[in-house]
């Protein structure tokens, strides 16, 4: 099967923290969140533009990704002026950091931030990756303002993803979500239908 053109990709992702909801921490899987979110940036770059906004723990990894490729044009990070003065270097790094206006509060701020980054582009497809309640809320707004995008919760690494993925009906869910730690084949099929080079094949469930 031929693959399909990748339209720009919105990653909700980031680190479980031990000092926050404990339920978030119980199935996170912080290997499996560190090698998705680093096949995700493979996958994407190459060919379609990146969008996520700046965690501690996740930005670094999209960095290192997409400068190995030589694609870091193709991401774009956001980052809300509220934070500016605790921004980590590995955000700085970054050639398209958007800075979005602070609001009165930390809360608003977010909200003001995850508005602009997701009304940004005409997104292909969100993908949901470990995470906290910042995961949760990014998808239920992604969810609202892009309802025929593909919407990708993997479940396999835990946390926020695993409560979206479970949340779902079961008919616009993909087993490799749940299963599938091969990541890039993953994201290679599920976002453009193809598997990609020597990559396995995944048991079909209702694609997305």
């Known amino acids: 099967m031929a693959a399909r053109p990748l339209g720009p990709v919105f990653l909700s992702a980031s680190i479980p923290s031990p000092d926050r909801d404990p339920a978030y ?4 899987n912080l290997v499996a969140i560190r090698e998705a979110v680093s096949a995700l940036t493979l996958v994407v770059v190459p060919s379609a533009r990146l969008v ?3 965690h501690p723990a996740i930005s670094p990894l ?8 030589g694609f870091a044009d193709n991401v774009f990070i956001y980052q809300s002026q509220f934070y500016r ?3 980590p270097p590995s955000s700085l790094q970054f050639r398209h950091l958007l800075w979005t206006p602070a609001g009165a509060d930390s809360d608003s701020s977010l909200l003001r931030m995850r508005e602009q980054m997701i009304l940004s ?11 906290m309640e910042g995961v949760e809320a990014e998808f239920q707004l992604f969810q ?3 309802p025929h995008a593909l919407l990708l919760a993997v479940a396999s690494t835990g946390a ?3 409560v979206l993925f479970d949340q779902q009906p079961g008919s616009s869910k993909d087993a490799g979500l749940e299963n599938d730690v091969a990541y890039a084949a993953l994201f290679r099929r599920l976002l453009t239908g193809s598997a990609g ?4 094949p995944v048991s079909p469930a209702s694609t997305p």
């Open 197 to 200: 080079p020597g990559s396995s």
């Open 160 to 162: 926020a993803a695993r």
């Open 25 to 28: 921490m119980r199935t996170a």
């Open 144 to 146: 609202r303002h892009h």
């Open 62 to 69: 999209v960095h290192l990704a997409a400068e190995q490729l």
């Open 121 to 131: 582009e005409p997104f292909h497809a969100g993908v949901f990756i470990g995470g």
């Open 85 to 87: 003065s605790v921004i």
């Open 52 to 54: 996520f906004g700046g």
